[in-house]
């Protein structure tokens, strides 16, 4: 019996093997949780469907989180398959790969509104469909990273849509909290994945990560996938409104998260 057993959660956001989604999707039914999954367009179904079919999974559907006639129609097949739901990961960013790589000061105000659209008000709209189908113990997890707060070089415009995520989770925790809901982040240090690939020098991203963290290694899939499993379960019954990291212990050092020369 792991501790998600009995448990239905969605899953938003693998886009492959690679992804941070995925490990806590194999976490989550290791622990016995029955999955659901969603894909954005043809070629991202042919990568997500096989990997959800290995897992079990019972609802694996489009859903584009920019439409809300899409989000509609996903979660409607949800509650008709499920009726009830236990937990959703939000796992879902996006950026222009050149806002990310340009300076700061030059974002355009249409790269601002994709990137705040895709990556934080995405969880809101999710939260608003997902919510009224859960019971008394449910959970909403989101993924954040430190440049919420720091200012991390090659991170622009990703880093002020994960600020406003954070803040999203704080709010959402308040709001959902009255009907026994918890919302929470995870703060995941560096992983390879294929969103990470649009950062700039990631590779010494993760270098210097590695080196600055408390344990001098780079978090792997399964770790950021076993913290969540945690946060969804009936053992974090006491823990919402939280950006918990997982990193390695990077966050409490001195140094600053940028780019080595």
């Known amino acids: 019996m792991g501790i998600l057993s ?17 490990g806590i999707a194999r976490a989550a039914r290791r622990e016995g949780a029955t999955l659901g999954f969603n894909f954005l367009g043809e070629q991202m179904e042919k990568r997500v469907r096989p990997l959800a079919e290995s897992l079990g999974a019972e609802i694996v559907a489009p859903m584009d989180v920019s439409d809300d006639a899409s989000i509609d129609a996903f979660f409607d097949k949800v509650k008709m398959e499920w009726g009830e739901l236990d937990f959703v990961v939000h796992s879902i960013a996006f950026a222009n790969k050149d806002a990310l790589r340009d300076r700061f000061s030059i974002t355009s105000r249409e790269d601002f509104h994709l990137a705040l659209d ?10 608003q469909r997902a919510a009224p189908m859960m019971k ?9 990273y430190l440049g919420a ?6 991170y622009g415009v990703m880093g002020v849509a994960k600020a406003a995520l954070e803040a999203s989770t704080r709010y959402l925790a308040q709001d959902l909290g009255v009907d026994g809901i918890r919302v929470n982040s995870v703060s995941a240090g560096p992983i390879r994945t294929l969103a990470a690939s649009a950062v700039g020098d990631f590779r ?17 899939q399964e770790e950021v996938g076993n913290t969540s499993v945690y946060l969804l379960s009936d053992l974090a019954s006491g823990v919402t409104g939280e950006v918990h990291y997982v990193d390695a212990g990077f966050h409490i050092g001195a140094g600053d998260p940028g780019i080595p020369d």
Do not use: Q
């Not at 009995?6 to 995925?22: E, F, M, T």
């Open 6 to 22: 009995g448990k239905k959660g969605l899953i938003l956001g693998v886009a492959n093997n690679k992804s941070i989604a995925w």
């Open 118 to 127: 895709v990556s934080s008000y995405s969880f809101i709209a999710c939260a």
């Open 136 to 144: 008394e113990g449910g959970s909403l997890l989101t993924m954040t």
């Open 149 to 154: 707060e720091r200012a991390v070089p090659g």
């Open 204 to 220: 010494k991203l993760m270098d210097k990560s590695a080196r600055g963290s408390m344990l001098k290694h780079n978090v792997t």
